[in-house]
């Protein structure tokens, strides 16, 4: 089955700050990758998606994403961060084929500080 | 109106009272899943169907029943409640054929369990 890795569990920057949030993933054929966030007291809300073609991906509110197969990653960055940006942010794993087509696999999320 | 409805928002029990979580969607979905969410922990699989005829047990099962009533609904049940079932509890709905299985979260329900 898929697995999903978020080493970084807290995460501090500055207001105005770049920021990348790590993820890493398993799974021996083509992933389907997310990215969600989630605001204090929400649910869960897409920020992007990769399932095939261009492996740096846009997303929402200005974050972008890159795949990259051989490392097995699909970090999450943004240039410059903003206090509302603040939350906790969780990458997921499904898959394209097989028994566990149709379920996505959670890292356990990083949190997000920012400093103003 | 949210897509994805779930009741209630909050809801607090006693160890071994049974408690019912509902679930309900206007996107047109197939798929349902139920998650919850502890601290740390990230969102763990409890349940998840791909019609009203299919159920299938994730990862945290035991503990746990689920009814598909209609395509739309989607209910979690705790038979006799404990006090590690407190969590926050989501539903989600996907559908592979137009999103390729994004899911779409609930807003959750906070349970508490005494």
């Known amino acids: 089955a898929q697995s999903v890795t978020q080493p970084d569990i807290h995460i501090t920057v500055s207001e105005g700050a770049s920021l990348e949030l790590r993820c890493n993933y398993s799974?021996?054929?083509?992933?389907?990758l997310f990215w969600y966030v989630q605001s204090p007291g929400q649910g869960l809300q897409l920020l992007l998606k990769?399932?095939?073609?261009?492996?740096l991906v846009q997303g929402i509110k200005g974050f972008e994403a890159e795949f990259k197969r051989s490392q097995s990653s699909f970090n999450l960055r943004k240039p410059s961060v903003h206090w509302s940006d603040a939350a906790e942010y969780f990458c997921a794993v499904g898959a394209d084929r097989g028994s566990t087509l149709g379920r996505l696999y959670f890292g356990r999320g990083t949190q997000l500080t920012v400093w103003p | 109106d949210a897509d994805v409805t779930q009741t209630p928002r909050n809801r607090i029990t006693k160890t071994g009272k049974r408690i019912m979580l509902e679930c309900s969607q206007t996107k047109g979905h197939d798929r349902m899943y139920w998650y919850r969410q502890d601290p740390g922990l990230g969102l763990r699989l409890i349940y998840y169907s791909f019609d009203v005829k299919d159920i299938n047990k994730g990862e945290i099962s035991d503990g746990y029943s689920v009814s598909r009533q209609a395509q739309a609904k989607f209910s979690l049940s705790l038979e006799s409640a404990i006090p590690n079932q407190t969590a926050l509890y989501f539903c989600?709905?996907?559908?592979?054929?137009?999103?390729?299985?994004?899911?779409?979260f609930g807003p959750g329900t906070r349970l508490t369990v005494l």
């Open positions: 990769y399932f095939s073609g261009d492996t």
């Open positions: 989600a709905t996907s559908d592979f054929v137009s999103s390729r299985d994004e899911q779409f």
């Open positions: 799974y021996g054929a083509t992933p389907y």
